[in-house]
T-cell receptor
């Protein structure tokens, strides 16, 4: 069974550009969450999707957006990139939101560098 | 709002010895989940152990066990017989029980070094 796949693994962008990151969850998983990891702020929740609907959103500016497709794959987009957006972006997939036995499985992340 | 605090930025342990990583949290909820995740240099977060707050018994997974003190809002991880492969960043995380969400609130992490 394939794990969570995030593409690309590495990305270098220029300030002001926009970027799209992709996450393919484990087969059968319908819930996808995104996190930003930086040395200064640690791991911060971005948003959560289930059945193509955003269920929860973290405290990030509107430049950060996401979506989920009917096959549960998810994308997140960051517009007008700033230097502070440089981070490791992690995706986690789960069977469904909440639940006693719902474990989050993480991908290896996308390392975004904004120059 | 819930918060998770890990007060040990770095820890070191000799191979085969035991080490305990500390975690405290703050919440007004009575039911919740607590987790320890391991992040090796490969960056992939791996679940080490989980604890349901409504269970009084401390969770164990092979060499990993927790000391869950609900009243003190403390959730420490004990690693026994430490191995070189245990070297990683360890994160404590909180998840609400209700609300149908998988949102995790993470601590700042503890970097564990294992000395041969």
């Amino acid at each position: 069974k394939a794990g969570v796949t995030q593409t690309p693994r590495y990305l270098i962008k220029t300030r002001g550009q926009q970027v799209t990151l992709s996450c393919s969850p484990i087969s059968g998983h319908r819930s996808v969450s995104w996190y930003q990891q930086t040395p200064g702020q640690g791991l911060q929740f971005l948003f959560e999707y289930f059945s193509e609907t955003q269920r929860n959103k973290g405290n990030f500016p509107g430049r950060f957006s996401g979506r989920q497709f009917s096959n549960s794959r998810s994308e997140m987009n960051v517009s007008t990139l700033e230097l502070g957006d440089s981070a490791l972006y992690l995706c986690a997939s789960s069977l469904e939101p909440g639940g006693i036995n719902t474990e989050a499985f993480f991908g290896q992340g996308t390392r975004l560098t904004v120059v | 709002a819930q918060t998770v605090t890990q007060s040990q930025p770095e820890m070191s342990v000799q191979e085969a010895e035991t080490v305990t990583l500390s975690c405290t949290y703050d919440t007004s909820e009575s039911d919740y989940y607590l987790f320890w995740y391991k992040q090796p240099p490969s960056r992939q977060m791996i679940l080490v152990i989980r604890q349901e707050a409504y269970k009084q018994q401390n969770a164990t997974e092979n060499r990993f066990s927790v000391n869950f003190q609900k009243a003190a809002k403390s959730f420490s991880l004990k690693i026994s017989d430490s191995q070189l492969g245990d070297a990683a960043m360890y994160f404590c995380a909180y998840r609400s029980f209700g609300g149908a969400t998988n949102k995790l609130i993470f601590g700042t992490g503890t970097l564990l070094a294992v000395q041969p």
